[in-house]
Each structure stands twice: as C-alpha cells, then as structure tokens.
C-alpha cells in the first residue's frame, strides 16, 4: 500500500537550515506530485509547497518563498524540503502529501499523508 | 483564496446531523477538497469536487455547494466521527486551508 515516511526533523535554531525527507513506496513515485503540508501541534494545517510529478514546476506559499526549496529524486523516491533561515513561525509538525491522481497538472488535492517529521525552531 | 470555516467547534449528540460550512473570498467553482483529522493521526481525504464522495468513505458524509459557499453534512453522528474537520481550496496556488472545525460527541 502507499507509504510517506518523513525524516529529518529536529530542534534547530533561528537562522539556520535543515533538509527534510520523504520516502516514497507502494506506487510510481514519479507518476505523482508531492506536497509539504505543516501543521503546529494542536493548530491548523498550512500547504508549503509542491513538484510536480515531472519535477518541471514547483509551487510556494508566500510564508517560505525563497528560503525553502522542494525537490524530488525518482531514482531514489525520495522528495526533500530544503529549508533555510528558519524562525520560530516555522515550527511544525512537517507532512508529505501524495496527489490524489497520477499525473496531476495544476493545483490538487491530496489523498496519501505520511505521519509527519516534527520541526522545532528554538535557541 | 482566503477559506474561513464555522463553527470553529461544535459539540452534537451520536445520531445527529452535523452541517459544517467553509467560504471562499472569491469564488473557486467547484475546487474544494474536505478532509477529516482523528486526533494524532494525519488528514484522510473525504470528499472533492465539492461533493464527490472519496471510496471508502462513509455514506453519511456529504459534500456542496459551489464558488464561494460550501457545506460539509455529517447525517447520523458517529463516535468514530470526532474529528476535525477541514476545507482545502485546489483552485489556484497557494493551495490553502480553513481554519478547520472541531467535532465533539456530547
């Protein structure tokens, strides 16, 4: 069956940077477009960014536009969240999230959620 | 697209009929995606398109409306039902969410 499995997350501090992973298994990883969506314990959800399954377009929200970049290798089915100059309105409970449908073009909704790599920005 | 959600929370008894409503700052036809929260798990899609229902969902969900007013209808509460609840907009990025509703068995 289809598996997200988020790693990377941890305690960092203010200003520095932090690369997130999402493994991919159970469907054509390449096939599909991927989303990060955060979400602070206890608070609501928050879409971050997507690539397409093609990897050709990638989209933002306005809080993290040119300090995080999304990436995929489908050699490995692996998407990554590069993020940098982090601050305390970063802190989140970080998810990957799969298109409903292969080959999606344009925005989407998501049907697959992994379980999240926990972001703590903290001096 | 800004989508605000009401109630923010509601509390309602096993069996009843739960209505919960998301509206759009500006219309998004039929681009609205729902999904339900158990506590400590991740989101499970629930309906899209406004009102179709995703396989395996429950019968008793259902889904309206279209450009800026749409509605979640829970019929006959379920236990199993408490959650939250939130909207998601696909029309244009940044995809975004309400504010999500907080559903409680009385």
């Known amino acids: 069956q289809v598996q997200l499995v988020e790693s990377g997350g941890g305690v960092v501090q203010p200003g520095r940077s932090l690369r997130l992973s999402c493994e991919a298994s159970?469907?054509?990883?390449?096939?599909?477009?991927i989303h990060w969506v955060r979400q602070v314990p206890g608070k609501g959800l928050e879409w971050v960014a997507v690539i397409w399954y093609d990897g050709n377009n990638k989209y933002y929200a306005d809080s993290v536009k040119g300090r995080f970049t999304i990436s995929r290798d489908n050699s490995k089915n692996t998407l990554y969240l590069q993020m940098s100059r982090l601050s305390a309105e970063d802190t989140g409970l970080y998810h990957c999230a799969r298109d409903r449908d292969r080959m999606a073009e344009g925005p989407y909704y998501f049907d697959d959620w992994g379980q999240g790599t926990l972001v703590t920005v903290s001096s | 697209i800004q989508l605000t959600q009401s109630p923010s929370s509601l509390s309602a008894s096993v069996g009843d009929r739960v209505t919960i409503t998301c509206r759009a700052s500006?219309?998004?036809?039929?681009?609205l995606a729902w999904y339900q929260q158990i506590p400590g798990k991740a989101p499970t899609l629930l309906i899209y398109?406004?009102?179709n229902l995703e396989g395996g969902v429950p019968s008793r969900f259902s889904g309206r409306g279209s450009g800026t007013d749409f509605t979640l209808t829970i019929t006959r509460l379920q236990p199993e039902d408490l959650a939250t609840y939130y909207c998601q907009q696909f029309s244009t990025y940044p995809l975004t969410f309400g504010g999500g509703t907080k559903v409680e068995i009385k």
């Open positions: 500006q219309g998004i036809s039929r681009a």
């Open positions: 159970g469907f054509t990883f390449s096939s599909y477009g």
């Open positions: 398109d406004a009102s």
